[in-house]
């Protein structure tokens, strides 16, 4: 599906992570949550990169930069 593809493409290119859905706990997503806001500024530039790249839908690289810079600016 769409959303999948788009989350591979992102993933690929460093700016998300995906955690299956099957194999989530608290425990790995509190350790994702805690690594990904270590690496903000990673996941950001990484994100501008995609949007450059037009790898996915405009908006969806948009939101995704405007979501890390709000989580950043906390």
Request: proline letters at 3%; charged letters at 25%.
């Amino acid at each position: 599906d769409e959303q999948n593809r788009n989350a591979k493409v992102l993933a690929n290119e460093g700016a998300a992570v995906i955690l299956p859905q099957d194999q989530l706990t608290g425990e790995l997503l509190l350790t994702a949550i805690k690594d990904m806001l270590g690496r903000l500024r990673e996941f950001r530039q990484s994100a501008l990169l995609v949007q450059k790249k037009a790898l996915v839908p405009n908006d969806a690289s948009q939101k995704l930069v405007e979501l890390v810079g709000e989580v950043a600016s906390k």
